[in-house]
């Protein structure tokens, strides 16, 4: 129990004192002010695994499976910050934020794209056109997914 | 030899010197009998008449040592004066170590090699010479590649049989005299300014492909060009050879796409392997319930990696052709329930109306089991992945005389008439978001008709989009022995 810990400390949140599935509880997260997460993931498995991660770091994570649905909630409400999977059905990472850029909001949010090494992403030209800050490639750490956000949020939190 | 003109140098030397001597030896007697007469020197006559003789003998021995080797030279020159292309067989060694001797045999040596090296040059000409004729024609015609010289301005001077194909002409007709680039570049249809401009421009040989049509399947030709020198038996002028490497490039490409669909394949289970591993590993604290889901999904997700490399091994195997079925007689009804085994849970957790029709009597097959189920499995399990929610599958088997049929027939997506001649190609998955959202590695239907193939049989597929499909797998009957 105990040095696995110590190692995870300073990184990863402390246990949270609630189920991070039990959206009742997710509502009273929200009101308390925790930074919004939209997380675009087709793999039900990576993407579970991704909220659960940071639904323990307190982030308040809305997450849908294709980049359809994420462009609709992305018109609706309010995010802090998009992650998106590059390869999707329908509307892909690199579509989606093209479509999110088109909203024009007065608000500019962190981007970061989910890829898989080996497509060959011309990552200047989508930081270019398509204001994306960071790529992760997979297979990745949970860890590093988390720093990645902390780091990104970090300004405003601070 | 005999003829007293060719008496050789030397014996007429030894004459000289002989009639010479004889002439001194008789002044010598004639003065000693004259003094012999007067009654001088009584006692010395018989010294002057034997001492000359002697030294006259003895010389003229001397003499013929001497000259008994530029005789054997003489007479072999002589010979050859007569007979002067018999050279290498008259003219021999000579057996001496005076210089004159080493001197001839190494004029000799030398006079043997020159004569082996025109031979040979001699013979070389005669087959080349040959070569260029008709032989060497017959021997261009018979290449797989196409060969064309051009002269200086590029008109065709020669074309073998498999240029005249790639260059869409008779290979009977002649084209001799037309402009090659032209001929060449008006069997493509895709924009060839480009490796015109390189072919023509390139002053020295010069390597270019060249692409018949948009797409690689439409045709890829990589034509070469060498320039001629100008020589005593040719004119300035250009080699061209084509080949087509359409084939090639096509392998090229499935093998790309193989990499990149293998990996993303590969690396998917990976990564959710990676996360799962490590969220558990870093997290002490996570409830017994959740711990255990995520045991749950990196087993599976190991399973799906294991399952899809044995896939790929199962496909390259088959296509080698080494790989050997075990077949046994078979019942029909065990395939079937083992089966819809495979199949009823997700059937059951989509709500899959699922009807399975078997005739009462069914023959016994003589097939690879494991094979056969892995086969049908694929078939009904796509049935079942690519049907919405509540929709229907039918699993159908019907026996004809020589055959037995397996008809899988479901209410689901279907697919489009420009995907279906891809359906069965390795790696090949619909463009269709809805079939996208599913996780499949495109190998199963590829892996099913290789199986059928093997056995004999085959693989069909009706479809239509958005209604649904309908694969028949067909396997024979083995003829009964009794």
Redesign the interface.
Known sequence: ?GF??Q??GPI?C??LDR?PRRPGEREVLMETNAKRILLAE??R??G???R??LE?CKYDVTWV??GKAALELLKEQEFDILLTDYQM??LNGQELCAGFKELDRDRKIPIVMIS???LELDVDRLREDLEIVQVLY??????TLVELVQMLLAPATA | MSSPSSLSLSRRLIGVYLMFGFACLLLVIAGALALAFRGQFPNLVPYVLVAPIVILVAGAFALRRTVHLHAAIESQLSELAFQPTAATQILERVRDANPIGAGWNTLIEQLASRNALQSLESRLEEKLGHETGQAGLELLDALPEGIAFTDANGAITFANRAMMRLIGCDPDSSVTGTMFLEQLMSQSQADVEETWERLESATRSVVAELQLGAATADGVLRVARHAIKASSSTEEGYLWSVRDVTQQKLADEMRNQFV?TA??EL??P???????A??L?????I?VE?QHE?YN?LTS?ATRLGRFVDELLDISQMESGSVSLRKHETNIERLVEEVSKHVMPEARRKKIDFELRLPPKMPKLNVDKDKVTASLVNLLGNAIKYTPDEGKVRFEVVVNEHDVEFHIEDTGYGISEEELPKLFQKFFRSDD??I??V?GSGLGLAFTQDVARLHGGKVTVLSELNKGSRFVMTLPVPPKSE
């Open positions: 129990m696995g810990f190692e995870a990863f402390t246990t189920d087709d793999n498995v990576m579970d695994v991704m659960f991660n323990r499976t294709n059905p329908g898989a090494r080996g997979k297979p990745f750490s949970p860890r | 990149f990996t993303h690396r998917t990976l990564a959710n392997i990676k996360a799962y490590e969220t590993a870093q997290n002490d604290d409830d959740r995520f999904i997700e978001a809805r996208r959202e996780s």
